[in-house]
């Protein structure tokens, strides 16, 4: 089966497995555990920040930035599409008493113009107008890639506004080896960033929030507060200890991997990428056919030994990485071509 449902779907290799076998551990509630200090630092240094803390969860970490900006009547402006507002279950509202003003962005993108007048006036009939998020590189967007000017005007917008900014950067990585612009400037901006080990980067476990030491000295707290305090955590440091070390790099396969699969839908005359250019590893395509639902395209293709996920009514989302080779990538591309040619001749096989 070439499943290319989520970057998150990798299974650790054996040396992967060997490392987390052979951590050196200790209790990290308690005091210190060896390896994930040392995880700790080195994502810290990657991203150019004085310090960061290993969580369990991208969404453990996104939330405990929101908690750690924001007090409860507090307001975040962020994209509409973006995790934190529509993956995360309204966390930032459950947990933190915080409430969302999106922005429709275009290519997931907004402008300084777009937001220039969303910051509410100080009275005591408005909301706070507290935190900047972004999203790089953009999951619902199809692995969009925000531009760095861009970034860097929004951020600096923001602190001219006294707000604070935060970076989901689950897939950072990707727009770091795609752009070859390193890590930290693109987290410069930024108060607060968060990585996932667990996407591309093919740990089994784990993200960390980065960030000014001082900002940060509240985290732990918070992170005891959402259940994220672990013991032995080494276990997991070390598997993203050997991604950071071995699996970086490597992600540029995974953007040649999936503009293979780009070119094959283009090839499609009924398929239309969206977004039409693809920067990294998400191809987002909508099935412009009454007769075909997405949900009923993925079954087919799964039979056909291609998994990928119905992502609206009519838009299929497929994700490359580690497990998918090249030739995976072009047979994953016949078993969409001949479904699309199935298609195109009405012999598709109704369900
Ligand atoms: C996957 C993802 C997260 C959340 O990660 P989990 O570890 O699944 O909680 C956050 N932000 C983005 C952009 C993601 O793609």
Redesign the pocket.
Known sequence: MIDLRSD?VTQPCPAMRQAMASAEVGDDVIDVDPTTAKLQERIAELLGKEAAMFMP????T?QAAVRLHCRPGDEMICEEGC?IFN?EQGAFAQLSGVIARTVRGVRSTFQVADVADLIRPDNEHAARTRLLTL?NTH?RGGGVILPLENVQALCRWARDQGLATHL?G??LFNAVVATGIAADVWAREFDTVSV?F??GLGAPVG?ALAGPREMLAPLRRIRKLFGGGMRQSGILAAAALYALDHNIERLARDHQTAAILADGIRRCEFFRLEPEQVDTNIVIFRIDSQRLSAARFCELAKEAGVWMLPFSRCHVRAVTHLHISLPAAQQAVAVIERLHQQLVCGRLPTG
């Open positions: 998150t969860s991208g969404t453990m996104n995790h993956y999203e999951n989901d689950a897939r996932c667990s996407k993200s």
